[in-house]
């Protein structure tokens, strides 16, 4: 069986195979609380054709369910490792000037909403950069934050508004958040994905639309991405490995193809993407507000 075909994912860590070092990645593993924190690190064109990922940094923190009653006490920990993660990168070139904040995604699809509910808990100070009597009380660094929505909703491609945004802004560094697809549904609701290298809206669930990275923005973009859904074909592969079927009728192979159009998300999916998103907005305040 072809594995690349069904097992979608966009998080770096479950792309490869780890156990077996690739001279063209590095990575590094670290326990902070109870948070694991892996950096993949794609080195070279040879790591990025290993990993279907451009060169750049991959940083995953791992934690337990804390939108659940009884992980709640855990939420402060990662928001203070997210936003030391994120600091990380925006710092590695130039430090940052001014920051806008992007909330990808479709608010009316629970799943997919923990970009606009982020970016609506953003601090923006932009705004108030002419307000001789407040600058003595803003961050050094001011913020600006906008939910561009999705193009079958626009009619405009999300790549075009950014655009637009940034020329308003005059942004140095874009922070863009998204809802990611996993392969394992035990990330799901567990897991947040920072990267320096952009990112592709849409890809995890093969509905790609044009990057948003350096390249084509012109300045260093920043991902934060959380795994809510997994395919349907994903979990039929995995099911069908773990049984040890390794080859593919005609039957299987419809019920895998169909698969690839259907995504599963956790029960409490609402209160999840609600929690995440506030976590993630406060690390992100709590970063910009820290620079000096």
Not at 51 to 62: S, V
Not at 200 to 206: A, D, K, V
């Amino acid at each position: 069986m072809n594995a690349s075909l069904y097992q979608r994912t966009d998080l770096a860590v479950e792309e490869g195979n780890f156990s077996n070092p690739h001279h063209g990645v590095s990575v590094h593993e670290k326990k902070q609380n109870d948070i694991r924190i892996t950096t993949v690190e794609i080195l070279n064109d040879e790591g990025a054709k290993h990993l279907n990922r451009p060169i750049g940094h991959y940083i995953t923190l791992d934690f337990p369910p804390f939108w659940k009653e009884s992980e709640r006490e855990n939420n402060q920990a990662l928001c203070h490792a997210l936003a030391e993660t994120l600091s990380f990168l925006l710092h590695r070139n130039k430090p940052p000037t001014r920051i806008l904040v992007v909330g990808l995604g479709n608010r009316a699809i629970t799943a997919d909403a923990v970009g606009p509910l982020t970016a609506d808990k953003i601090e923006v100070t932009g705004h108030f950069e002419k307000e001789e009597a407040l600058r003595p009380y803003l961050p050094s660094c001011p913020m600006y934050a906008i939910s561009p929505g999705v193009v079958g909703n626009t009619g405009i491609e999300t790549q075009k508004l950014i655009q637009a945004a940034l020329l308003a802004s005059k942004a140095s560094h874009i922070i863009v958040i998204d809802s990611l697809a996993a392969r394992s549904t035990t990330r799901l609701g567990q897991c947040i994905q920072l990267s320096d290298s952009g990112i592709t809206p849409g890809s995890g669930i093969g509905n790609h639309r044009a990057a948003l990275n350096r390249e084509t923005l012109g300045v260093p973009v920043i991902a934060i991405g959380t795994p809510l859904v997994v395919s349907s074909s994903t979990l039929v592969y995995d099911a069908l490995e773990q049984a040890g079927i390794s080859e593919i009728t005609p039957a299987l192979q419809e019920v895998l193809e169909n698969g690839k159009s259907f995504f599963v998300t956790l029960n409490e999916s609402d209160l999840a993407t609600t929690l995440l998103s506030e976590t993630i907005a406060q690390a992100v305040n709590d970063c910009v507000s820290n620079m000096t």
